[in-house]
């Protein structure tokens, strides 16, 4: 049994809370009870020390978290409709819905596409990952939507792995993110080391010390208070595009976890207020799509390109933003 070790510095000035309360908020996928039983057992020690569950937190404490892995339940096949843009014996091309996570973990052990792939391949994919994954050779997060490439075999897996490795696919995002850019900033490259957030270890943030990051972004379309613009990854981090975007001010609307469901931009009117709010029962995610994907097939060397729709809930904000700039 793997397991994952990582320590938790309180930040000055942090409100006192109980260990397990602050834990609890602090942790991805954590439970009270989990956190709880982690202090009993000594997997989670206070400046190399064991603690009570009732211990309140200070500033300038080093929690160290021990996270034992258990080992993932089998993935069983499941017969889930899938949007397929291209397929044949070596490769297949899925537009993935928002709200579909791309492979099984914990807390997300079926109704993945890995269970959809599973069923229509007949367990005919890749296995170069662990058995969570097999076919993929890229993720994108459960609300973003848009297009991914699996493989069905280890040859064509580890071909196309290396064209993401090297950055020679062609792929696009497009986003609605908050507020107008200035006249010499209608693209650019948001260059910031990424890493996981002191404070909150559910969340990615702009770290010094993290992994070197950049993100093109052009802006194709911009209206009272929001834009659309086209965003491309010359690195794959997670969360990459959200927080780069979040970094420079523009979050992407609709984003839950970084600053994309509160008024960002355009005035805090009554007006105003209840325009994004019916954008935002529209949207309940991210306005993020991966809408274009371009590779060399491995197998036959021909180059591939594919191009998705926009979702239903993207596409009606933006037809409502162009009736309202009118």
Not at 17 to 46: M, P
Not at 77 to 101: C, T
Not at 116 to 142: E, F, M, Y
């Amino acid at each position: 049994m793997s397991s994952r070790e990582f320590d938790i510095i309180i930040p000055p000035g942090k409100v006192k809370e109980r260990l397990d309360v602050y834990l609890t908020h602090h942790i991805e996928n954590a439970t009270r009870s989990k956190v709880q039983q982690g202090i009993k057992e000594g997997f989670i020690t206070v400046d190399g020390k064991k603690v009570k569950v009732s211990h309140t937190v200070a500033p300038g404490e080093v929690i160290h978290i021990i996270i034992p892995k258990p080992p993932a339940p089998d993935v069983v096949a499941e017969n889930i409709p899938l949007e397929i843009l291209f397929e044949d014996d070596y490769l297949l091309v899925v537009n993935k819905p928002a709200g579909m996570v791309t492979h099984p973990a914990y807390g997300n052990y079926t109704g993945t596409l890995v269970n959809a792939l599973l069923h229509h391949c007949n367990l005919g994919l890749s296995t170069i990952n662990d058995q969570t994954r097999p076919g993929i050779v890229h993720r994108l997060d459960k609300d973003t939507s848009g297009i991914i490439v699996i493989a069905k075999n280890d040859t064509v897996h580890a071909h196309l792995a290396k064209q993401f490795s090297k950055r020679t696919i062609d792929r696009a995002y497009w986003a609605i993110v908050w507020g107008r850019f200035e006249k010499a900033k209608k693209s650019g490259l948001i260059d910031a080391a990424l890493g996981r957030s002191k404070s909150d270890r559910k969340k990615i943030a702009v770290s010094d010390t993290g992994k070197a990051a950049a993100t093109e972004y052009e802006v194709l379309e911009e209206f009272e208070y929001l834009s659309l613009v086209k965003l491309k990854l010359r690195t794959g981090r997670t969360h990459q595009i959200r927080v780069h975007l979040h970094h420079i001010g523009h979050p992407v609307f609709g984003d839950p976890t970084y600053g994309g469901r509160r008024i960002a931009w355009g005035g805090t009117e009554k007006k105003k207020k209840e325009e994004v709010g019916q954008f935002l029962k529209i949207i309940n995610r991210q306005a993020l799509h991966a809408k274009t994907l371009g590779f060399i097939h491995p197998v036959t060397k021909e180059t591939l390109h594919f191009e998705s729709q926009l979702p239903p809930d993207f596409t009606e904000i933006l037809n409502l933003l162009r009736q309202s700039s009118l």
